[in-house]
């Protein structure tokens, strides 16, 4: 069994775009605005570069005066494997606490201090997340994102494991996991998954713990005027549909439904059935309004 650091709080975060140096920077900034201490950054760089790489080693110098540990892990290849740099991450983390952010997203200076006490003074409870704020953002000439807009899509005001079933309203950016508290089988992202991998994770966890909830704003999910890292949702949204990502992500939530018949195979959710869903994303990807309306996915 692995020991961990019992007070250390691990941040996975994912790199891979040497264009977007300058919202990894914030991103790591966001994570050293908290006050507690101690914190370690596993940045798990999905590239082939090797320019990008020596600008990642340059970066993490600059933070050395931090008293925050950042170790680069890297996975040399141009593939998009999303799932597996979250896998490489948690198997370099050494803390007991997990949490993950990508390049382009922001924990709030309260997210430690909002989440880490409660999930400690609840002996029963494996993982606990608060609310996220939904940013739409400008990329300046210097590659630094200006918020506009803010909202809150994902705001429930409770847990439910229905509802979760139903789409995904807690982003891979808003909790907090006790490595100690949770088996290490359900500690693994399915590297099948191409999209929805943090959907697919938190299905599987959910079904096993119940997290607390914390209503506070914990963390900022940036959506970017180019729509880059955008879903279909966000894509209608603003009135621009890409069928290429609408019939990708129909695949994945085709593949979501199967999942979740495994997990609870009694379930139904409201006016269609989990093997209605199946065959709509599976034969007709093109029904975004299916995906609007019974999901809630942001990446």
Known sequence: MATHQQDLVSVVVRTHSPKRIKLLQATLQSICANSYRPIEIVLVAQTENKIFLIELNQLIENY??????????VNPTSQDERAKNLN???????????????????????????????LQHSPDS?????DVALATCIINEYGIAQQGSVEFPFKQGRFSLDELFCGNFIPINSYLLDRDRI?????????????????????KLATCYQPIYAQETVSVYQVFNDLSNSTVIMNDKVGRPDKEKIKAWSHALWRIEVLKESLRPTYRPGLFSMKTRKYLYYRFPELKVLTQSLTRHLK
């Open 64 to 73: 050395r005066q931090t008293q925050i540990f950042i170790q680069l892990v």
């Open 183 to 203: 088996k290490s089988d359900l500690l693994i992202f399915d590297e099948s998954f191409n999209l929805a991998e943090d959907y697919a994770f938190l299905l």
């Open 88 to 118: 490489l991450g948690i198997a370099q983390a050494q803390g007991r606490y997990l949490c993950f952010l990508d390049e382009d997203d922001l924990h709030s200076p309260n997210f430690i201090s909002s989440l880490l006490p409660s």
């Open 126 to 130: 494996a993982w606990i997340y608060g």
